[in-house]
Nanobody, 119 residues
Framework: VQLQASGGGLVQAGGSLRLSCVVSGVSVAVNAVTWFRQAPGKQREMVAYILSGGTTHSIDSVKGRFTISRDNAKNTLHLHMNSLKSEDRAVYYC??????????????WGKGTQVTVSS
């Protein structure tokens, strides 16, 4: 199983980015996949997840700004990020969960992609 994230970069506050994660070895359609992030000096946190049945969830600090989605045909996970803030600056990781119906037991991590937001 491999997860390859891309799409990070430098953006001004208020701007948008779309992160993508190409998954190989398993189908995103029947697994729970998530986005985590880790900001400098902070603990890693789960930002959003999408379950095998299509249920999505995002944390309060990004709700209304970030949207997680998946393209089953391309076996790709996306994170659409709008109205970016300086506090969104972090390395973002796509991660597969062990349990298809819940964001539990993260078993495969991709390499991160850096998101930097300038004020």
């Amino acid at each position: 199983v491999q997860l390859q994230a891309s799409g990070g970069g430098l953006v001004q506050a208020g701007g948008s980015l779309r992160l993508s994660c190409v998954v190989s070895g398993v189908s995103v359609a029947v697994n729970a996949v998530t986005w985590f992030r880790q900001a400098p000096g902070k603990q890693r946190e789960m930002v959003a997840y999408i379950l095998s049945g299509g249920t999505t969830h995002s944390i309060d600090s990004v709700k209304g700004r970030f949207t997680i989605s998946r393209d089953n045909a391309k076996n790709t996970l996306h994170l659409h990020m709008n109205s970016l803030k300086s506090e969104d600056r972090a390395v973002y990781y796509c991660v597969k969960a062990l349990v298809p119906g819940a964001p539990l037991g993260m078993d495969y991590w991709g390499k991160g992609t850096q998101v930097t937001v300038s004020s």
